[in-house]
């Protein structure tokens, strides 16, 4: 199918630029208008399968499905927003214990927040309350948010943070990447760790003024890079050494995207706070942070928010964790089969073609970095966009991440059927666009 654009989007997209900042959109002139399961339709009624599934935030399918639309609708009609940072209300209490159940022991203390930039923020105070520290590390490649104490955690391109600082006291290291690190696994793993010992605590900051390293189990808007299986150990093992606390944000990779609830769990590993958005709200505006019991509580007034744990965002999450929760271990099987079904098509390309020049992935969270040859690996950001908009015409919907690399994000309900349609457009563009 090739997607047409005809006046309707082109007079939306005219108008949105005359009023609207400009933003992150790439040059798709998708307009969309509604869509349900695998498919996004347009204003034009072109239909799209959805292999972005709205950056992760559709996890159960575009428009969520029926259980949470109508939870949302129910509550619509007794109350939208109640004040919950002043009022008590038993909905969010409901979401949180729910939350809570699906986490490690010792978990309790939940703050609920708008989005993935308000979660992180919440955890730099928590933080920087529970320890006395200030200094905060975190990770090249990055992306935590883009208000002023999340982007100092960020650090996956300029243009986020050009002309913004300064920021909270943050140091970077490498996240340790295989496809771009000369040895094996665990001297990949050892580089950074090594790295934060040997230069950021015996050069820049004393071990007991850093208060926490924030990390992403798999980092998304860097290019979806796996670290080793054992790496998250060895920080684990780094940060007990020093009484510094991790910060585990799952808010791209979490909620079932690799297979397990929490991304970090496929690691053997445990954070102290864990940072949620994104399907945590089910297609509404909805995040939270949540710290173990042991690490206490926030003083009175320290810390709240106008719309944190929303009545019609709480409904519609408490619904989505129930179908979670019901459906687990079909859930579990499907994505671990579909997943598999992609990564091997997709190796296929890598093994035929010389600009796919790596596969990587858990679950149902894939990337694809094209580069300029295997042997350079030279990043190739042109030939992998072109690819991008080639998919998009044919009515696929994949987005970038990172310097060169294309992510591979399904809802996790997503059909056998539109597995193969999908595979079979990204094959026919990546056999095209590499003439």
């Known amino acids: 199918m090739e997607v047409k654009i005809g006046a309707k989007a082109k007079s939306v997209i005219k108008r949105d630029s005359r009023v609207i900042f400009t933003t992150t959109r790439e040059d798709f002139p998708l307009v969309a208008d509604h869509g349900s399961g695998d498919f996004l339709y347009d204003i034009e009624g072109n239909r799209f399968i959805d292999f972005s599934s709205f950056v992760s935030c559709y996890n159960l399918g575009v428009n969520a499905n029926a259980q949470v639309r109508n939870a949302a609708k129910k509550q619509i009609d007794r109350l939208m927003h109640g004040m919950f940072m002043d009022y008590y209300e038993e909905q969010p209490v409901k979401l949180a214990e729910k939350l809570v159940s699906m986490l490690p022991p010792d978990f309790g203390r ?42 100092g ?22 996240y340790p990447d295989p496809y ?25 900051i004393p071990p007991d003024e850093v208060a926490a390293i924030f990390f992403e189990p798999v980092q998304g808007e860097g290019g979806y890079i796996v670290p080793p299986r054992g790496f998250f150990k060895e920080l684990r093992k780094l940060a007990d050494r020093h009484g510094i606390l991790l910060v585990d944000d ?7 995207r690799t297979g397990k609830f929490l991304a970090l769990s496929n690691f053997g590993t445990v954070a102290d706070i864990y940072t949620f958005a994104k399907s945590f709200g089910a297609g509404f505006p909805l995040a939270a942070t949540v710290a173990r019991k042991s690490l206490g509580d926030t003083p009175s007034g320290s810390h709240a928010g106008t719309f944190g744990g929303n009545l019609v965002a709480s409904a519609a999450a408490t619904a989505s964790l129930d179908y979670i929760k019901r459906n687990m271990r079909s859930l579990q099987r499907g994505i671990v089969r579909k997943g598999a079904t992609i990564m091997k098509r997709m190796n296929e390309l890598r093994e035929t073609y010389e600009y796919v020049g790596d596969v990587r992935g858990i679950g149902l969270m894939i990337g694809v970095e094209f580069v300029k040859s295997k ?3 030279e990043y190739a950001p042109k030939e992998r966009d072109r690819v991008i908009m080639s998919c998009f015409k044919k009515g696929l919907l994949v987005l970038p991440a990172g310097r060169s690399s ?21 094959e026919e563009t990546i056999k095209e666009n590499s003439k």
Do not use: W
């Open 110 to 151: 939940v703050f609920f927040s708008n989005s993935g930039t308000e979660a992180n923020e919440d955890a730099i105070k928590l933080v920087k309350l529970f320890t006395k520290r200030r200094h905060i590390i975190a990770f090249y490649g990055a992306f935590h948010g883009r208000s002023m104490g999340a982007l």
């Open 375 to 377: 042997d350079t690996k």
């Open 153 to 174: 955690l960020t650090a996956s391109k300029t243009a986020h943070r050009a002309h913004f600082g300064p920021f909270v006291n943050v140091s970077h290291a490498p």
């Open 180 to 204: 771009r690190f000369d040895g094996d696994a665990e001297e990949c793993s050892q580089a950074s760790i090594d790295f934060i010992e040997k230069n950021i605590l015996a050069k820049e």
């Open 406 to 426: 294309m992510r591979i994000i399904p809802p996790l309900t997503v059909s056998d059927s539109s597995v193969e349609k999908g595979l079979d457009v990204l």
């Open 250 to 256: 799952e808010i791209q990779a979490g909620y079932m």
